[in-house]
């Protein structure tokens, strides 16, 4: 069984309300970067692919897991964050004025 699975399966297990997910969520990013001030949308599993334009192909980046849109407290007000599952480098990149999203559905596509 993968750790996805547990996950979902210790969670309904415990049955966790969503406001006290979301309140550990906010906790646990908080530890990544103490100015978080607050979670504005959240993904239960992202996986990330990295484009290349030489050859015109999609590959598998080694991240995955939830994702969140945070506020902060300073600069940069925004940040996307990916608690990544495969590894302990979790994926953060700032949303700025050169943060630009596509959204091919099923697909949420960025640069910047």
């Known amino acids: 069984m993968s750790h996805t699975e547990h ?5 309904i297990m415990l049955n966790v ?3 006290a997910k979301m309140k550990a969520n906010l906790a646990h990013l908080k530890r990544l970067d103490a100015e978080i001030q607050d979670i504005l949308q959240s993904g239960t599993h992202v996986t ?5 334009p ?6 598998r980046f080694d991240c ?3 994702i969140f849109i945070v506020k902060r407290s300073s600069a940069p007000r925004f940040k996307m ?3 990544n599952r ?3 480098v979790n994926f953060m990149k700032a949303v700025t004025s050169e943060f630009v999203v596509q959204t091919v ?3 949420l596509i960025f640069k910047g």
């Open 105 to 107: 559905d099923p697909y």
């Open 48 to 52: 990330m692919y990295e484009f290349d």
């Open 17 to 19: 309300s969503s406001d």
């Open 64 to 66: 995955e897991g939830p």
């Open 54 to 59: 030489i050859n015109t192909t999609w590959s």
């Open 86 to 88: 495969n590894s302990k």
């Open 81 to 83: 964050c990916i608690l």
């Open 7 to 11: 996950y979902i399966d210790i969670n």
